[in-house]
C-alpha cells in the first residue's frame, strides 16, 4: 500500500526560508496528484494554504508558495515567522475518487 | 457566511454505532460544485480523509473503512452525516466536516480537490 510521506518534523530560523516535501513511498508526485496544504495550530481545525500544486487559498500571504520538487510536492515558506510554527498536512489525489494525507510536518521556528 | 458544524455524542461503547451530522449553513448542499467530507484526527496524530459525498448519489469511502462507513446527505435539513458501526477504541478521534470544492485544472485536465472549509471538530471517544 502506497503511503504519502512527509517529513516528521523541522527548523528554520525566524526570517528563514524552509521546504517541507510531500512524497510517496512508492513512485513519484505530479501535478495530477494536485497536492493541497493544510497548516494546523493545536486544538484547531486546520486551516487551507495551497491547492492544485501551487494555488494559494483565500488569504494566504504570498510567502507560502507550493511546487513539485523531483519526485515530491513541495510547500515552501519564505521570511518564516513565530506564528508559522505549528503542523502542515500535504494531501494527494490517489486515483478512484480516493485521498490520502501524509503524517504532517512539525515545524519549529526558532 | 458559510458554516459546517458537527453533533454527535462523545462517548461510545465498544460495538456501538457512531453517528455524526454536520449541519451545513450559507450554501446549498445540493450544489454540484461542492462535495461534502468527513476527516478525522486521532489524539495525537495525523488526518485522516473518511470519505465524500455529493448529493447521495455520488460516496466514496476509504477503502479502511469502507465496510463499517455509510455518509448521506439529508436535503431538507442541508445536513450531510456520517455513520461508523462496530467501533473500537482505534475510532476515537476528533471528526471534522469539512467542504470539499472542485477547480478544473486545463493543463492536466482534471479536476483539482480542496477541502476548503472546516468544521471546528467534535470529539468522540470510545471506551469501554
Known amino acids: 500500500q502506497t503511503v504519502v510521506t512527509q517529513e516528521p518534523s523541522f527548523s528554520v530560523p525566524p526570517g528563514g526560508t524552509v521546504t517541507l516535501t510531500c512524497g510517496l513511498t512508492?513512485?513519484?508526485?505530479?501535478?495530477?496528484?494536485?497536492p493541497s496544504w493544510y497548516q494546523q495550530t493545536p486544538g484547531q481545525a486546520p486551516r487551507t494554504l495551497l491547492y492544485n500544486t501551487n494555488t494559494r487559498s483565500s488569504g494566504v500571504p504570498d510567502r507560502f508558495s507550493g511546487s513539485i520538487l523531483g519526485t515530491k510536492a513541495a510547500l515552501t515558506i519564505t521570511g518564516a515567522q513565530a506564528d508559522d510554527e505549528c503542523d502542515y498536512y500535504c494531501v494527494l489525489y490517489m486515483g478512484n475518487a480516493t485521498w490520502v494525507f501524509g503524517g504532517g510536518t512539525k515545524l519549529t521556528v526558532l | 457566511q458559510l458554516q459546517l458544524q458537527e453533533s454527535g455524542p462523545g462517548l461510545l461503547k465498544p460495538s456501538e454505532t457512531l453517528s455524526l451530522i454536520c449541519t451545513v449553513s450559507?450554501?446549498?448542499?445540493?450544489?454540484?460544485?461542492?462535495?461534502w467530507a468527513w476527516i478525522r484526527q486521532s489524539p495525537g496524530k495525523g488526518l485522516e480523509w473518511i470519505g465524500s459525498?455529493?448529493?447521495?448519489?455520488?460516496?466514496y469511502y476509504t477503502a479502511s473503512l469502507k465496510s463499517r462507513l455509510t455518509i448521506s446527505v439529508d436535503t431538507s435539513k442541508n445536513e450531510f452525516s456520517l455513520k461508523l458501526n462496530s467501533v473500537t477504541a482505534a475510532d476515537t478521534a476528533v471528526y471534522y466536516c469539512v467542504r470539499q470544492s472542485q477547480h478544473y485544472d486545463f493543463l492536466t485536465g482534471g479536476w483539482a480537490d480542496v477541502f476548503d472549509i472546516w468544521g471546528r471538530g467534535t470529539m468522540v471517544t470510545v471506551f469501554s
Open positions: 450559507g450554501v446549498s448542499i445540493t450544489s454540484t460544485a461542492f462535495y
Open positions: 459525498v455529493q448529493k447521495s448519489e455520488n460516496v
Open positions: 512508492t513512485g513519484s508526485v505530479s501535478t495530477t496528484f494536485y
